[in-house]
């Protein structure tokens, strides 16, 4: 049996994003583990079970009757899907600041543990980062979640994210070369049409950032530059990109897509797709 390892955020991750590859895995008979940083029980956004919500940038609800009930269903407490997800921040090591008094020693053990995870990492056979506005706040710039995504990719195993979740790609780096590991590589994310004017929040916050705190597009373009391309394809329903080992969802409507592309990833040898 195939083993999914699915990482999702603390404050709030977009329910389709999680439901559409969900689906999909337990269709093709995969085991998905769930992760978050410190624990907790993952939560939708509100949002994203309402299906009168109107997507501002969009002009319309991107929630339909079925996904609501769907999303609904899995967030229900006695459903027992989403409780006790790894802890990350027991699972992976805290990276040492330099100015540690015994920086060498401790980076040393640092390495080491990281070496103990990747054995850890070679039961599964994909990575996914689910998306939503909650990224931003505890996924997007987690150490942790970079050294997961690295470990993956030096075991040279699929690694997919979806909207915001894209932004971990681009900011997994190895310490001493410090370049994206999506230098070169084509791939989708939440584009600069999509932003929101206002409202862009978290659950268990009362923060309204109004729009968000930095327009992804920008971002991976830049990482993906030179020779690599971010595809935005606004004006389509459907945005996903597999460029191996990446497979890369631009936001809610491409959630199916980008599980299905997964599964043929792993099962078909899939290695483009969408550019």
């Given at each position: 049996m195939r083993k999914i390892l699915t990482i999702l955020s603390e404050y709030g991750y977009w329910g389709e994003e999680l439901v559409?590859?969900?689906?999909?895995?337990?269709?093709?008979?995969?085991?998905?583990?769930?992760?978050?940083p410190t624990g907790k029980r993952p939560v939708a956004l509100p949002p994203s079970l309402d299906p009168t919500f109107v997507d501002p940038p969009l002009g319309r609800a991107v929630v339909s009757e079925e996904m609501a009930e769907k999303v609904k269903r899995l967030e229900d407490p006695k459903n027992p899907r989403l409780d006790n997800p790894i802890?990350?921040?027991?699972?992976?090591?805290?990276?040492?600041?330099?100015?540690?008094?015994?920086?060498?020693?401790?980076?040393?053990?640092?390495?080491?543990a990281i070496d103990?995870?990747?054995?850890?990492?070679?039961?599964?056979?994909?990575?996914l980062i689910v998306g939503g506005s909650g990224p931003i706040v505890d996924l997007?710039?987690?150490?942790?979640?970079?050294?997961?995504?690295?470990?993956?990719?030096?075991?040279?195993?699929?690694?997919?994210?979806?909207?915001?979740?894209?932004?971990?790609?681009?900011?997994?780096?190895?310490?001493?070369?410090?370049?994206?590991?999506?230098?070169?590589?084509?791939?989708?994310?939440?584009?600069?049409?999509?932003?929101?004017?206002?409202?862009?929040g978290f659950v268990g916050s009362d923060l309204n950032m109004g729009?968000?705190?930095?327009?992804?597009?920008?971002?991976?373009?830049?990482?993906?530059?030179?020779?690599?391309?971010?595809?935005?394809?606004?004006?389509?329903?459907?945005?996903?990109?597999?460029?191996?080992?990446?497979?890369?969802?631009?936001?809610?409507?491409d959630s199916y897509t980008t599980g299905q592309k997964l599964v043929e990833v792993l099962e078909k040898g899939l290695r483009r797709y969408g550019w």
């Open positions: 559409g590859p969900l689906e999909t895995f337990d269709a093709a008979g995969y085991q998905v583990d769930f992760a978050t802890i990350l921040s027991e699972w992976l090591p805290d990276r040492p600041y330099w100015s540690a008094e015994k920086f060498l020693r401790e980076m040393e053990a640092y390495n080491n103990e995870v990747q054995q850890d990492l070679v039961q599964y056979d994909a990575l997007v710039n987690n150490h942790r979640v970079h050294d997961l995504i690295l470990g993956f990719y030096k075991l040279g195993k699929p690694i997919a994210a979806e909207c915001y979740g894209v932004t971990c790609l681009a900011f997994a780096r190895d310490l001493v070369e410090r370049k994206s590991i999506i230098r070169g590589k084509h791939v989708t994310g939440h584009c600069k049409e999509y932003d929101y004017l206002d409202g862009t729009p968000p705190p930095y327009p992804l597009e920008y971002i991976l373009s830049d990482a993906t530059a030179p020779d690599g391309e971010y595809h935005g394809n606004f004006g389509r329903e459907i945005s996903v990109i597999v460029d191996y080992p990446f497979i890369t969802g631009r936001s809610t409507a």
